[in-house]
């Protein structure tokens, strides 16, 4: 199987994500609503809601709130429904971007998410302009302390697509958007649970940055998952490490 080493790249973007990000509850939220949404309200059938539901747990959710935002994905609340729409656009540099929303007034979101792109030197693109440069995949993650040969083997069985150690030492599975729920229950039925397990939008080609880039390129992203609207923001771009992380 082929090897990626775009990997370490969204792990540096999420984690200086998640260092800054105070709204906890609110990403899990916008997590359960948009993985019934995708997958439907039944967890035995959506792997994602499953693990959704878990990290809502983990961070002392009560039921009648995580009852709420899956009611709301799969359209059974009178709140109001969601729409999910897709912007692309285009960073500092010429980088792609994909940001996914869940809305229920279209007018305002894309109009806070053009100041965005304005504000740190991009631009809101036209549909079909940038989306065809990613795929959507499932992304599984193993630290050191599982054995890779192992979970390359499981990997095969499943029917995964691909398998790579990272520069962390962790061994990342990657499967298609349509075999993810497979793979993932594959290896939680060997006792072999990952670490991270989602689906994301993949670049199959990547624009090189170095340090200003990369630190104009993240101010962009996180303004834009900021956004009360934004569900997930998904670049192209391979970064080199800001000035201000060692």
């Known amino acids: 199987m082929a090897g990626h080493s775009k990997w370490a790249n969204i792990k540096h973007r999420k984690a200086r994500q998640d260092a800054k990000r105070a709204k906890v509850w609110t990403k899990v939220i916008r997590e359960l609503t948009v993985a019934a949404r995708l997958g439907g309200s039944t ?8 693990a959704a539901i878990d990290n ?5 959710m009560p039921r009648d709130t995580m009852d709420r935002a899956i009611a709301r994905g799969a359209g059974d609340s009178d709140e109001g429904a969601l729409e999910e729409i897709v912007y692309e656009g285009y960073g500092p540099g010429g980088i792609a ?3 996914e929303t869940m809305t229920d007034n279209r007018n305002r979101t894309v109009a806070e998410i053009r100041h965005a792109f304005s504000k740190h030197g991009g631009s809101l693109g036209t549909s079909g302009s940038v989306s065809y440069l990613f795929d959507r995949r499932g992304v599984l993650q193993f630290d050191d302390s599982f054995d890779p040969d192992r979970i390359m083997e499981v990997a095969l069985d499943a029917g995964a697509e691909d398998v790579d150690t990272d520069e ?4 990342v599975v990657f499967s298609t958007f349509e075999e993810y729920g497979s793979v993932l229950d594959s290896f939680n039925a060997e006792s072999l649970n990952p670490l991270l397990s989602e689906v994301t939008m993949w670049p ?18 996180e303004t834009l998952d900021d ?4 569900q997930n923001v998904y670049t192209n771009a391979s970064l080199s490490s800001p000035p201000d992380e060692g």
């Open 204 to 221: 199959s080609t990547t624009t090189e940055c170095d340090s200003d880039l990369s630190e104009k390129t993240l101010n962009l992203i």
């Open 97 to 99: 971007i994909l940001v």
């Open 168 to 171: 962390d030492g962790n061994t």
């Open 43 to 50: 967890p035995a059938d959506n792997p994602r809601l499953r």
């Open 56 to 60: 809502a747990l983990s961070v002392n």
């Open 227 to 230: 956004l009360d609207d934004v």
